[in-house]
């Protein structure tokens, strides 16, 4: 039986620490548009799911936001996930951006924040990235996962530099 964890004895309510959050929308391996119940609490289901440890337990215990907050306390978990959302949306908007052009290539290409970004298509069906003039070695088997990548690509750019 799938019994929530809350209600199972021996696992503690307090003490736990927020290792991280992914979008689980925005993550290799995962099915895309599926969300995930909260393991504590059974009721929450979410997109962002967030990581806890504790001393006293093996595992680690993949929960929803509010579980996360009762949870570890940790300011991370609103922050986090405010920063998931965002950035999942811009994602998107950058996929869908207005000013994607075809070159008589058909390389899809593109000017963003400074950069420039081409979508490089090839014979067997496939696509590679270039970005700023360097080409990329991973084959990606559609435009928009190449362009997805661009994205990931230039958003670590960006925390890097900081801005
Ligand atoms: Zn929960």
Known sequence: ???PLKSTPG???VGWQWLRAIDLHDTPGSKPGKNKRCEFCKEEKTQFVHYLSHPDCKRTLAVGRKCAKILSGDLRVDATERYLRDRAQRKTEFIHHKDWRQSAQG?????Y???HIVVVSYHHGQFKLRIDGVPGKLFFKNAVAAMGKAFDVLEEKRIEQGR
């Open 11 to 13: 696992c503690p309510h």
């Open 107 to 111: 390389n899809f290409w593109i000017e």
């Open 1 to 3: 039986m799938n019994r």
């Open 113 to 115: 924040q400074g950069h």
